[in-house]
T-cell receptor, first 112, second 112 residues
Framework: QKEVEQNSGPLSVPEGAIASLNCTYS??????FFWYRQYSGKSPELIMF????GDKEDGRFTAQLNKASQYVSLLIRDSQPSDSATYLC????????????FGSGTQLTVLP | DGGITQSPKYLFRKEGQNVTLSCEQN?????MYWYRQDPGQGLRLIYY???????QKGDIAEGYSVSREKKESFPLTVTSAQKNPTAFYLC???????????FGPGTRLLVL
């Protein structure tokens, strides 16, 4: 079982729709969760992080964390073609020596 | 401007050759990381360093070496022992005690 799993996609949504990206993780003790956006050929850039159960909103982006079910999701409202990218989920497992573990990413395409 | 720089943008390696990728940051971050990304895959940790003159192996350290002589610099050497080095190499940094990592623009390594 992979430590951090994401649907690879591709996920296609029409412009203006809500895009929903999901991520599950295996380490129940994980405390910190991150979403990065990566455009083709570029490096990842941080979108959001979340530490507590529930929702965290930042503009058009909402991160949702459910530790009991071990999943974290990213919602993108009013999706734009410029949101087309690969979205990487990263998790900090329990134990201070462990670094971030990344999922393989979900490719999102927003259709004009 | 504060940030992370990586050079070169593209690097070509011949059989049996060692090559060194540069990573410099002026963010005054204590921790630095090297990741490898293969097409369609997430990031895999090669090495990380939390303080000067100290570094630890990540998940795929074989065939790679690093040094951390200065806080600002964390060069990665891809040795001839790394038989499949073609990949996108990403350097990141973070403040010690904070898990959020920020990435440089990356170096794409190709084998001739």
């Amino acid at each position: 079982q992979k430590e951090v799993e994401q649907n690879s996609g591709p996920l296609s949504v029409p412009e203006g729709a809500i895009a929903s990206l999901n991520c599950t993780y295996s380490d129940r003790g994980s405390q910190s969760f991150f979403w990065y956006r990566q455009y083709s050929g570029k490096s990842p850039e941080l979108i959001m992080f979340i530490y507590s159960n529930g929702d965290k909103e930042d503009g058009r982006f909402t991160a949702q964390l459910n530790k009991a079910s071990q999943y974290v999701s990213l919602l993108i409202r009013d999706s734009q073609p410029s949101d087309s990218a690969t979205y990487l989920c990263a998790v900090k497992p329990s134990g201070s020596a462990r670094q971030l573990t990344f999922g393989s990413g979900t490719q999102l395409t927003v259709l004009p | 401007d504060g940030g992370i720089t990586q050079s070169p943008k593209y690097l070509f390696r011949k059989e049996g050759q060692n090559v060194t990728l540069s990573c410099e940051q002026n963010l005054n971050h204590d921790a630095m990381y090297w990741y490898r990304q293969d097409p369609g895959q997430g990031l895999r940790l090669i090495y990380y360093s939390q303080i000067v003159n100290d570094f630890q192996k990540g998940d795929i350290a074989e065939g790679y070496s690093v040094s951390r002589e200065k806080k600002e610099s964390f060069p990665l050497t891809v040795t001839s022992a790394q038989k499949n080095p073609t990949a996108f190499y990403l350097c990141a940094s973070s403040v010690t005690g904070q898990e959020t990592q920020y990435f440089g623009p990356g170096t794409r390594l190709l084998v001739l």
